[in-house]
């Protein structure tokens, strides 16, 4: 976000790659996801390959060809990742760029990043994207998060759910996901109902007091002044969370 224009570089790394290069494939799966009218700047694109043994530096584009050639009738429908296995291949038929982390001219190859193809616009070229795997564990944190607040307003636990709030505030605003926003929404609404209720009860007292003229009780003084500092605790959370109490 901000930037005018990127460039941007693959690094595929020998190690993550896998015995069937499962991990190549992954890579390529999430930048083609990253994406979506990937063809329109594939010429951006440049590929580097880092901690490859010396007797496979060379195969790596016959192990490219490799990967398209034992591709599912699914994986060949996704245009945009047969578009980066294309270009991978083309790039690379002459010989990959190889690159160690310690020996390699870093100078030299910032200076071919400088004069290559660049992605203007980058706003409307890219979009939020996430593998499965790390999907799966937001997900798992999400439910963490929403289990401690619930857990929260059962105990009256103000300063945890107004930490446990910020953390699911921070996840939305960050990756602008509408089940995040959901869960979010939904903890707030959870918080917003107890808040409720506990209003109701505190004006019930009061009603009860003014329609049958009775003198209010230390108990009754005492659950009161409780829901007013509920109140109190709560406000810093009005202020932070908007949707507080609003459907």
Same mark, same amino acid.
């Given at each position: 976000k901000g930037c005018k224009s990127v460039k941007?570089?693959? !690094?595929?790394?020998?190690?993550?790659?896998?015995? /069937?290069?499962e991990g190549l494939k992954n890579l390529t799966h999430l930048l083609a996801g990253l994406i979506p009218e990937i063809k329109d700047y594939i010429q951006a694109f440049s590929y580097l390959f880092t901690k490859y043994p010396e007797n496979e530096r060379g195969t790596i584009h016959a192990s490219?060809?490799?990967?398209? +050639?034992? !591709?599912?009738?699914?994986?060949?429908?996704?245009?945009?990742?047969?578009?980066?296995?294309?270009?991978?291949?083309?790039?690379?038929?002459?010989?990959?760029?190889?690159?160690?982390?310690?020996?390699? @001219?870093?100078?030299?190859? =910032?200076?071919? /990043?400088?004069? +290559?193809?660049?992605?203007?616009?980058?706003?409307?070229?890219?979009?939020?994207?996430?593998?499965?795997?790390?999907?799966?564990?937001?997900?798992? $944190?999400?439910?963490?998060?929403?289990?401690?607040?619930? +857990?929260?307003?059962? /105990?009256?636990?103000?300063? =945890?759910? #107004?930490?446990? !709030?910020?953390?699911?505030?921070? !996840?939305?605003? =960050?990756? @602008?996901?509408?089940?995040? #926003? $959901?869960?979010?929404i939904d903890c707030i609404r959870d918080l917003s109902t107890h808040l409720s209720e506990e209003y109701q009860k505190g004006i019930s007292i009061l009603n009860r007091c003014l329609m049958y003229q009775t003198i209010l009780t230390n108990e009754d003084i005492k659950s009161y002044q409780t829901y007013i500092n509920h109140a109190n605790h709560v406000e810093e959370l009005q202020l932070r969370h908007a949707h507080l109490g609003k459907d």
């Open positions: 941007p570089v693959v !690094l595929v790394s020998y190690k993550s790659s896998g015995d /069937r290069y490219l060809k490799d990967i398209y +050639s034992t !591709l599912n009738e699914k994986e060949k429908s996704d245009i945009s990742f047969m578009n980066i296995l294309t270009d991978m291949l083309y790039k690379t038929e002459d010989g990959a760029q190889i690159i160690d982390p310690i020996k390699s @001219n870093a100078k030299k190859i =910032l200076r071919e /990043r400088v004069s +290559s193809n660049a992605i203007h616009r980058p706003d409307e070229a890219f979009q939020f994207t996430i593998t499965k795997n790390s999907k799966d564990t937001v997900h798992e $944190q999400l439910r963490n998060y929403q289990s401690n607040i619930r +857990s929260g307003i059962k /105990r009256f636990d103000y300063a =945890l759910i #107004k930490y446990k !709030l910020d953390q699911l505030k921070i !996840l939305n605003d =960050l990756f @602008n996901q509408e089940y995040i #926003k $959901q869960i979010y």
